[in-house]
Each structure stands twice: as C-alpha cells, then as structure tokens.
C-alpha cells in the first residue's frame, strides 16, 4: 500500500526525525511503501517582530565581527544551517519525502490520486500551537472526498488540556470523524476526546514509533561515534532555569560525574550535533538528564539511569503518560528536595522490557489491522 505520512514539520529536533524514521521502517517491514509529506510552516506566521529583531541581531553581528550575516531571515535557510550536521541522516534514511509543501491547496496537487492510505502521527501533531494555521491539515482536511484510508498513528495533543479555538474544535471535531482508526500515544489523549466530546473511531492508546524497533536499529548508526560522554553525565535540557541547574549540580555531586551537554536546540546559533552523535551521547552515558520526551525514550530503550526534568509548558501529560507505562514515573523529578529518593532507586530493566514488549504487540496488531 502506498501510504503518506503527516507529521509534525521538521525543524532539526532530534525525537521529531527520529520517530519519523522508525515510522517508516516499521511500515515498510509490513510490505508497504510509506513517503514523508513535507508540510511546512505557513511563512506568513512568521511575525514582523520576529523579523525586526533578527534583523537588528545579524546587523549588529555584521558591524562587531565585520563579517556578513544574513540579515533578513528565511525560515529554510534556518533550517538548513542549524541542521547541516542532520540533515544527511534525514535525506538518506527518511526518504522518500514530497517536495516542501507550504499550502493546503499544495497538499491537495501533490497527494491527490497518489497515495491509497494517510497516517498521521506521530508526535504532537494535533497540538495547534505547533502547527499553527494548519491544525485542520492534520485531521486531512485537505483529502475530503477521496477514497483513501485515515489512521491516525500515536497522534499526541502533547497536553490534557490543548489550545484550541472554538472554531478548531467544531471543525476538527467532524474531520476526525472520518478517521478508519485513531490511535494516540498519551493516556491523556481520551480525556481530551470526552471534553471535545468528540468520538474517534477504534481509539486506542500506542507507543511512540521510536519504541516499536529493536535498540539495534539505533546501534547500527553508532559505530563510528566517539564515546564522549563515557563516564560522564549527559544533559539535553531544552529549556534551562535555576531550578534545573540546581538539579544538574546535586546529581553531579551524588554521582561524581562530569557533565556533558548538547546545547539547548531552540537557541544556539551554531550548527547542532549529528543525529548519530546525539544517539551515541545518550547510549554512552552514565546517567542522563532532560526534559525531552523522546531524550526520555532513548534513555529507556538505551537502559541508562536518567532523571526527567518535567517542562509544563512543552506539555507534561507526555511525560506521565510515557513513564506511567513502564512503571518510571518516580524518574520525573520537580524540584531538588524530592531528588534523594529518585537517586537511590534503581530501575528494573527487565520488568521495562517485558511491558515495552506487550505494548509493541497492541502497536503493530493496530498497524496491520487498519492498514491491510
């Protein structure tokens, strides 16, 4: 089956490519032919303000370093500066892709008549603060009237209470409902479904793609990565405050490690690290801390001691959900006087495997039903 999936639109975030890469090995492993449909960011949401202060920002940088900067600011070369490192791995391995895609009308020219099923998911697809001025594209608005199957793969609102208008609600609302299946990936999710009173068809709860493949599928892109965080501990922290640096610097004491970090992935101007870099970061290590969901998973599936550090505002039912799944939901720590416990405790990976392992069946039973 030829199949489309509609996922959050890539912007050099290490779990959004990763999920979509495990996605489609996991669809093709079923015999099918799945493509990435590169919806982008509506330009027009990029605000004036923005643009004036990236401007002033790069002018400034001109005059001090004497060294050109680009002073008006494309969203893609963004993109593509940030992600130079990334990049290879995503045009090699999360292929094949549409061309970008920045309309409801380009969806409709590009993927009309050429695709027998639409998946959308994972990740926080059906948060409308993360799409914004498309959330409707991602209930496939855009394919009313087509004789295609819709499934909705661990779909994520990434919080319990998501920012919808009233309009976003009325018209999501009908479009779910033509939906063959709905699955989402947090528990969270159906308290959404009851307060929209909406009523999705087949709705069941799923992991997140990353989780469906073996850890060796990961392994296989780390051979050649530097072992820099060995004996240290790894810190991906999206979003750094007092709170978390205390956090940081009590468990470097308790543990005596150095500490290791990748730089926070929404602010630094330099180019990130590889996605196989970051991989190997993680498995490296001896103990992990971040605020990241899929930094979480992969500090599971890579069966390293970790704490969470809970961001509410990037949505904390993701991180209930997940941990509240395989029996980890001590790992999440808010403040420092609650750490002493989570630090003495050890994590049983066995018992974790085991309930990975029973959730991988409901996964790939939901996959081959509604997509055979």
Known sequence: MRIAILTVPFNNNYGGYLQAYALMNVLRSMGHTPTIIMRRQNLRHISIGFRLKFFVKALYKTIMNRKWNTCFYNVENDFHDLGVNILPFVFKYIAPQTKFLYTTNDLQEECEGRFDAFVVGSDQVWRSIYVPGMVKDFYLDFTNGWNVKRVAYAASFGTDTPEYTEDEQNVCGELIKNFDAVSV???????????????????????????????????????????????????????KNNQVNHIISEIQKKNGLGLYQIADIQKTNQPLPSIEFWLAAIRNAD??????????????????????????????????????MFD???????????????????INWQVVDQKIEQMKKVSYCFLSEFLN
């Open 185 to 239: 990936r947090e528990f969270g999710a159906f308290q959404v479904f009851q307060n929209f009173k909406w009523s999705p068809k087949n709705l069941t709860q799923v992991l997140d793609p990353t989780m469906l493949l073996n850890v060796d599928e990961y392994i296989k892109f780390l051979v050649n990565e530097p072992n820099v965080t060995q004996g240290n501990l790894f810190c991906y922290v999206l979003d």
């Open 287 to 324: 103990y992990v801390i971040t605020d990241s969901f899929h930094g979480t998973v992969f500090s599971i599936l890579f069966h390293k001691p970790f704490v969470v550090c809970v961001n509410k505002t990037r949505g904390a039912d993701r991180f209930d959900s997940l941990l509240n």
């Open 328 to 346: 980890l939901q001590n790992r999440m720590v808010g403040d420092v006087v609650s750490l002493p416990d989570l630090l003495n405790s050890n």
